[in-house]
């Protein structure tokens, strides 16, 4: 068991091969938490299942993408029928004012 200096624990920590790691794959399913030492190992042992772990958050990223994008085709065109909307309100603001400016 190699000592290491106060000073040079913020560099050591990462690449310490005694450290506990979470796999990377973490953040799509797995739990494992491993030595670093270990981790070239349970990456080679867990390909399949990494991989089914990303095309599983592939496949819902593509659901979700999907799903976003129609509905912001639907709020385009309500954007849409409301600046129409809007246009023909001030037309009809404006025409009130000049007969109000008639009145007056």
């Known amino acids: 068991k190699e000592a290491i200096p106060r000073r040079d624990l913020p560099a050591h920590q990462g690449v310490c091969p005694r ?11 797995c739990k494992e938490k491993l030595l670093h030492k270990d981790l ?10 990494h991989l089914k772990l990303t095309c599983t958050r592939v496949t819902d990223l593509d659901r979700k993408n999907e799903e976003l994008q129609r509905k912001n085709e639907e709020l385009e065109r309500k954007n849409e029928e409301l600046e129409r909307k809007n246009e023909e309100l001030e037309r009809k603001n404006e025409e009130l004012e000049r007969k109000n400016e008639e009145l007056d």
């Open 40 to 49: 070239a190992r349970h990456e080679k042992q867990n390909m399949s299942y």
């Open 19 to 29: 450290e506990m790691i979470d796999c990377p794959f973490q953040q799509l399913g």
